[in-house]
């Protein structure tokens, strides 16, 4: 007979059981240090370390697929629809066309005379390196898949993430409260009076933070669950106050907390705003689903009034300052973020079918610049214009898509679901997708190599998830 695990599986259409628990374990530990490698060096963003990140998870890929049975690679369509869809696009943006074709889908002709063929890619090069960023976000995505299939690895593999976010935390606020400005050797010299752990920008700082704060509110809220299943088998109060439980229930509340005020002061605007809305969302779906009784209502308020409890006494005064200079950043005349976007939207209008090559942003936005003329403009501060400019209409439309229907069956599994650690995990996940939606419509996180690997380990965890409707054909079974 067909075992519940075994049914999960068959809706996703991966043979995860036959996976040997050495090789799982072996997938969870390069996956735990390849992030936290991104992480601590300046977010990915320095070659070398990106490299070696890289080498560790193509070599990990490589020994999986050499050494894992045959029956794991029978993925379900909605799998690998995505990733070869966005991998065709980017193949095609490489592959040297015919200028006949070149000026039939890209508008524009060789760019040398004399030359026949000629790339749909502004920069071959530029468009080959992010390639194979997004190539390691796959594997991280399927990586993740795997440690999924085994709640104990799981919940020790979001807990090391917590862990890398706690100690992020901690750096950002020893920045920030003594002004040691510094990533371990490397002076800063940017965002010198803010909180950015070991990035090189606030912003990305606030994006990686705000990804992990709703997986330590949901800790939070599985040891509630636990302690008030043991409360009801009739244990006493005192008792259960000297239960492990409650402290790791403590615990996770002050790690919220202390996530909860880096964030605040690493002053990234759009960052506060994004993880104040998707704590909202956290909370408003505690809220509708009554998870375990109102008291976890209560463990909301108590967060978010030791959260601003700690922000006072720090001293709000800059942060507030921040937000009086909005004005500068988003004015709808002169250089600002708004002009940026303005002038990428021709490029869109020009290029919608293919984009103008994976990465290439800065260089195609050249072709239309009416602003920061004597400036480099790297990024268009907006993933969904950018991700259009480079793939097209229709590659930022898969994208984004597929993330959406994975927050709706997050959002299913966490109304709906049934196992308290499932379900946590789920509302971890809808937090952390709903706070980089939100932050992407002014920054470009998902450009920066951490948090699009961090990004791929959420969307992993939510396709992992047992939907509903799932459960009750397993309960059949």
Not at 281 to 295: D, E, K, M, N, Y
């Amino acid at each position: 007979m067909a075992t519940k695990d075994n049914a999960r599986v068959a809706e996703f259409g991966l043979e995860l059981s036959s996976i040997d628990a050495p090789i799982a374990i072996l997938v969870q530990t390069s996956l735990t240090v390849g992030l936290a490698l991104a992480v601590l060096a300046f977010g990915g963003t320095g070659t070398i370390s990106l490299g070696i990140v890289q080498l560790l998870f193509f070599g990990m890929a490589a020994f999986f697929i050499a050494r894992a049975p045959e029956s794991v690679f029978r993925s379900s369509a909605k799998l690998v629809a995505v990733p070869m869809v966005l991998t065709a696009i980017v193949l095609l943006q490489l592959c040297p066309l015919p200028e006949s074709w070149l000026h039939r889908f890209a508008g524009r002709e060789t760019p040398m005379a004399g030359m026949r063929t000629g790339y749909l890619s502004f920069e071959p090069y530029a468009t080959r390196t992010r390639f194979l960023i997004l190539l390691t976000c796959f594997a991280v995505f399927y990586f993740t898949q795997i440690v999924s299939r085994d709640r104990r690895r799981k919940q020790f593999f979001i807990a090391s993430l917590v862990a890398l976010g706690t100690f992020e935390a901690f750096y950002g606020l020893v920045q920030y409260l003594t002004g040691w400005q510094q990533i371990f050797t490397y002076v800063k010299k940017f965002d010198l009076e803010e909180a950015t752990g070991t990035y090189i920008n606030r912003n990305h700082y606030a994006g990686f933070l705000e990804m992990i704060l709703p997986f330590s509110l949901a800790l939070v809220f599985y040891e509630y669950a636990k302690l008030r299943g043991n409360r009801g088998r009739g244990m006493s109060f005192r008792k259960l106050i000297a239960k492990s439980g409650l402290q790791r229930l403590i615990l996770w509340l002050c790690v919220s907390v202390i996530l909860c005020a880096a964030l605040i002061f690493s002053r990234s605007r759009m960052g506060i705003l994004a993880a104040a809305s998707s704590v909202l969302v956290i909370f408003t779906l505690i809220a509708i689903s009554r998870f375990h009784g109102r008291t976890s209502s209560l463990l909301a308020a108590m967060f978010i009034v030791l959260s601003i409890g700690l922000a006072l006494w720090i001293g709000p005064g800059p942060i507030v300052s921040r937000f009086q200079s909005v004005e500068d950043e988003y004015s709808l005349s002169g250089p600002s973020r708004v002009s940026i976007w303005r002038d990428a939207l021709p490029l869109i209008q020009h290029h919608p079918w293919l984009g103008t090559g994976l990465g290439t942003f800065p260089i195609a936005y050249t072709s239309g610049q009416t602003t920061f003329l004597t400036q480099f403009v790297n990024h268009a501060h907006n993933d969904y214009l950018e991700v259009a400019t480079d793939l097209g209409i229709p590659g930022a439309f898969v994208l984004f898509a597929s993330v959406f229907l994975i927050l709706a069956r997050a959002v299913r599994a966490f109304l709906f679901g049934e196992g308290d650690f499932e379900r946590v995990v789920a509302l971890g996940c809808v937090g952390s997708i709903v706070a980089i939606l939100l932050h992407s419509f002014a920054d470009f996180n998902l450009y920066i190599p951490a948090n699009a690997l961090f990004f791929s380990v959420i969307l992993g965890l939510g396709i992992a998830l047992r939907s509903p409707h799932s459960i009750r054909r397993i309960d059949a079974i």
